[in-house]
């Protein structure tokens, strides 16, 4: 009886350990090394890097604009303060 019952209570202890470790770890492991060798995944990558520093650049652009005009402006009212 004692030998059934510590039977059981190993399976499912390996049982969970193995879950846990193929859920955590395998499955990780090799769901990260299938996205880097897939090219769409790349690509994605790639398309999406892109976009990210394009929208940064023209947000750069119109802070830039943004300044000048500020600029701009307080030189048009210190010419005419003078």
Do not use: D, H, W
């Not at 790639?46 to 929208?55: G, P, V």
């Amino acid at each position: 009886m004692m030998e059934k019952v510590g039977e059981g209570v190993l399976k499912k202890g390996v049982g969970e350990l193995a879950e846990k470790i193929f859920t955590k770890t395998f499955l990780l492991r090799a769901s990260s090394i299938a996205i880097r060798l897939n090219p769409v995944a790349i690509a994605a990558t790639f398309a999406f890097s892109t976009l990210m520093e394009t929208y940064r650049q023209s947000k750069r652009e119109e802070e830039v604009a943004s300044k000048m005009k500020a600029l701009l402006q307080a030189c048009k009212e210190n010419v005419e303060v003078m």
